[in-house]
Nanobody, 123 residues
Framework: QVQLVESGGGLVQAGGSLRLSCAAS????????VGWFRQAPGKEREFVAA????????IYVDSVKGRFTISRDNAKNSVYLQMNSLNPEDTAVYYC????????????????WGQGTQVTVSS
């Protein structure tokens, strides 16, 4: 089992920045890819970014490329999402999740999820 807790969400003006954190506890966190997802009101949950177990590879949805950066610190069992140049379309609940395949590439099934943190961007 893996327990995930997100933090760092809040209200920010368009053009601003936020840094989300995902703290993990439980089984060997450092062996698994971690992803960030988001769900806006009335929309389906969408993939945002992922990072492999060792941080060597990251992937992003096109809409956040160049603005968001995913990183991890396995010594702290944590993954981060630095979000810059935020716009109102980024408003959503953001979730972190752990991929179910050990040493996966972040494109598989995610089996452990946090409770989410709200990000609201005002225009």
């Amino acid at each position: 089992q893996v327990q995930l807790v997100e933090s760092g969400g809040g209200l920010v003006q368009a053009g601003g920045s936020l840094r989300l954190s995902c703290a993990a506890s439980g089984r060997t966190f450092s062996s698994y890819a971690v992803g960030w997802f988001r769900q806006a009101p009335g929309k389906e949950r969408e993939f945002v970014a992922a990072i492999t177990f060792n941080g060597a590879t990251t992937i992003y949805v096109d809409s956040v490329k160049g603005r968001f950066t995913i990183s991890r610190d396995n010594a702290k069992n944590s993954v981060y999402l630095q979000m810059n140049s935020l716009n109102p379309e980024d408003t959503a609940v953001y979730y972190c999740a752990v991929e179910g395949i050990r040493y996966g590439l972040g494109q598989g099934e995610y089996v452990y999820w946090g409770q989410g943190t709200q990000v609201t961007v005002s225009s």
